[in-house]
């Protein structure tokens, strides 16, 4: 057989080019050198679409897991499991009031996986929830939402807001007794706010009550506007961070490092000290191996692998967590949805159940008043609270720990009492049936509570001289209230709306 000009015989030339096919066909889609260098893990995240988002080179306070909690990476890792699953959830989902409760039940006995799809995004949603919550807990906690990071704190609790719109919108897709019942009291406390309150309400269901219009209002809501619009605002907030240059971090690692006099001996020169007189050139003044005055090479780590690998970890780790939880525990379903027959206890979704039992107490103060000042105040924080200093520190100080831990205390004992006496004197409405409605606005114990946070403010900041203390110390009591309420709220309240312990049983209809 006869040789090429490289002395190969037909089947090595053949080998060769598809060696030199395949290696072309690599190089256009894979553009960065060899990753055993920093030019080239720097080009891994910059030549890539989905790693350019990250900067190529990370602070080592933004690797502490200590410090995110990685709260931000699962919240966005239970959204992408979410619209996974939610669009192979959509090829067999019906939105009318006669096939949706049987398509769930198809998914359950016909469908195969059916039921562990339908478990996944139940479990990925309440799971959203409370990641995003404990994510803008942390980032309170860290106070970075301080300058240049406010903006994206004000999208952050747009985030928030779209979150809870997301779950409750898909709360009533099963169209079973939980869901409707839900809603029902859901889209009622709504109806509370002023002006527009009842307008809103009947925009959302279509008419007066809950019923076709108002699923295939929220079905569109779910399946489209809503997550667009959270992803789009979702790019705001991840832009953002690349624009404030990153995480936040405390001070000392924000700073310049000092920079350190080099020994004459290894300088191996004798050094001058500076004179006033002259200018000095940067090259000049900094010791170490890079002009960078700021973030010098020594407080960074390349963003390949250090970065990535975390964020894979914790990805696969949340996936498995939440494969693990949906094959051992399934999504509730009950009897189909029944508008004759209400449910008793008819509970709003968990993460509205504090608020339904403000209202329970009163209906302007639990559902208006609080909501309404709770986004304002969360909204102009950032604009308000503007020092620099404990940014980046858990909690602000060691006193910031403290006053966490006596707000937290002391609320749970405020709300406990405030129950206590709610239940066994009926409130005011109990102790004078006769009341006008204003007295019982004012005095019940959704009030109290507020007032008892506002005191407790203002008292820690006389005392500290510190406005952020004092804030760490309102949003622990609020956060502290929020959780105590919930959990009173599930698993405390039964039929009529009253008090039971974990242990007593519910009444027999
Ligand atoms: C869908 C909801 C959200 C997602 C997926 C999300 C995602 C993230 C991620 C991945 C980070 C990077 C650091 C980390 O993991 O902690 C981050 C940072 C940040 N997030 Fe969010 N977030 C959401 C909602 C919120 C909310 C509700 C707030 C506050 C109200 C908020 C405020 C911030 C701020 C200010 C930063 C910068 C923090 C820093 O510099 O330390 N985010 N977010």
């Known amino acids: 057989m006869k040789a090429n000009r490289h002395g190969e015989g037909m089947l090595g030339g053949f080998r060769r080019n598809a060696r030199l096919l395949f290696r072309n066909l690599l190089d256009s889609v894979v553009r960065h050198g060899p990753v055993d260098t920093d030019q080239g893990r720097a080009e891994i995240m910059n030549q890539n679409f989905f790693l350019h988002i990250f900067p190529v080179s990370v602070h080592k306070n933004t690797l502490r897991f200590g410090y995110t909690l990685g709260l931000g990476v699962i919240a966005f890792v239970l959204f992408l499991i979410l619209v996974v699953g939610g669009i192979v959830l959509m090829f067999y989902y019906v939105p009318a009031t006669d096939q949706a409760y049987q398509r769930m039940k198809d998914l359950e006995f016909v469908v195969s996986n059916g039921n562990l799809l339908r478990n996944i995004h139940r479990w ?84 007066n009550e809950v019923g076709q219009e108002a699923l295939i209002r929220f079905y569109v809501l779910h399946v489209a506007i ?96 939440f494969m693990i939880l949906s094959l051992l525990v399934g999504a509730p379903l009950k009897d189909i949805a029944n508008p004759q027959f209400p449910e008793n206890p008819a509970k709003a979704p968990w993460y509205f159940l504090a608020l339904q039992e ?85 005095i019940n114990p959704a009030s109290l509570l507020l007032l008892y946070l506002i005191v407790f403010f203002f008292v820690t900041g006389y005392v500290t001289d510190s406005l952020r203390e004092a804030s760490v110390g309102l949003f622990t ?7 105590t309420l919930t959990i009173v709220g599930v698993y405390l309240r039964g039929p009529n709306w009253e008090f039971f312990w974990f242990w007593q049983s519910w009444p027999v209809p």
């Open 226 to 321: 809503l997550p667009v619009l959270l992803l789009a605002v979702l790019g705001v907030h991840f832009w953002r961070i690349r624009k404030d240059g990153g995480l936040s971090r405390p001070e000392e690692d924000a700073s310049p490092s000092a920079p350190v006099p080099l020994p004459a001996a290894e300088s191996g020169a004798e050094v001058f000290p500076p004179d006033t007189r002259k200018t000095y050139g940067l090259m000049e003044l900094v010791r170490g191996r890079t002009p960078m005055v700021d973030r010098g090479p020594e407080d960074t780590l390349m963003a390949w692998p250090h970065l990535v690998f975390r964020l894979l970890t914790l990805s696969i780790l949340t996936l498995t967590a």
């Open 477 to 483: 009591g609020f956060v502290t209230a929020l959780t």
């Open 358 to 442: 403000l209202v329970s107490y009163s209906a302007f103060v639990g559902g208006v008043f609080i909501p309404f000042l709770t986004l304002v105040a969360l909204m102009v924080i950032p604009y308000i609270d503007r020092e620099s200093t404990g940014t980046g520190v858990w909690f602000h100080s060691p006193r910031g720990r403290r006053i966490a831990w006596l707000a937290g205390l002391s609320t749970t004992a405020v709300v406990s009492l405030l129950l206590f006496l709610q239940i066994r004197t009926g409130g005011m409405r109990g102790l004078y049936p006769d009341a006008p409605q204003w007295l019982v606005d004012v």
């Open 124 to 207: 990925a949603a309440h799971g959203m929830v409370a990641a995003v919550f404990l994510h803008m807990c942390r980032v309170f906690y860290t106070g970075s939402f301080r300058p240049p990071r406010e903006f994206n704190w004000v999208v952050g609790v747009v985030l928030f807001f779209l979150t809870l719109l997301l779950s409750f919108t898909g709360y009533l897709l099963p169209w079973d007794q939980l869901a409707f019942w839900a809603i029902t009291v859901g889209t009622n406390i709504m109806s509370y706010f002023p002006f527009v309150g009842k307008e809103m309400r009947y925009l959302l269901l279509g008419g």
